[in-house]
C-alpha cells in the first residue's frame, strides 16, 4: 500500500480522517459511491471541502493510486468529483488509479480550488 507522504492525515482541528495507517488484514474496504444529500451536517461538507482541497494540492489533474487514503472519505467523492483513471476498475485494491474530474470538482466545491482563475 502506497502511504502518500505530505498529504494531511485528518482534517485540521477534527477527527474527519483523511488516511490511513496501515492496511485492512481483513481486506481493502471497496470504493462505493455514497449519496450526499442537501441536508448533511456543516462539518461533513467542510470535511469533504478539505480533503478535495488535499487532493487538488497533492495530485492536480494527474491520476493517483488510492494507496493509503480512506476509503469512507473518498467514498463521498467516488463516481463524481474523483472518477476512475484505468479500466478495468478494481474497487478493492489500494493500487487502483483514480482521478480528480475536475470540472465536477469545481463546480461541487469552488472554495477547494482557491483563486486560481
Not at 30 to 43: G, N, T, V
Not at 54 to 73: H, M, S
Request: charged share 30%; no cysteine.
Amino acid at each position: 500500500m502506497l502511504k502518500h507522504r505530505g498529504f494531511p492525515g485528518r482534517l485540521p482541528g477534527t477527527d474527519f480522517q483523511f488516511t490511513i495507517r496501515r492496511a485492512n488484514p481483513k481486506g481493502v474496504t471497496r470504493l462505493i459511491a455514497r449519496e450526499r444529500f442537501r441536508d448533511r451536517a456543516p462539518a461533513d461538507k467542510r470535511a469533504d471541502a478539505g480533503f478535495m482541497a488535499a487532493l487538488w494540492e497533492a495530485f492536480g489533474e494527474e491520476p493517483f493510486e488510492r494507496g493509503n487514503l480512506d476509503a469512507g472519505r473518498l467514498s463521498w467523492l467516488f463516481g463524481r468529483e474523483v472518477v476512475p483513471a484505468e479500466e478495468p476498475f478494481d474497487p478493492e485494491s489500494y493500487e487502483a488509479l483514480l482521478q480528480i474530474d475536475v470540472n465536477r470538482a469545481r463546480a461541487a466545491f469552488p472554495e477547494a480550488f482557491g483563486a486560481e482563475e
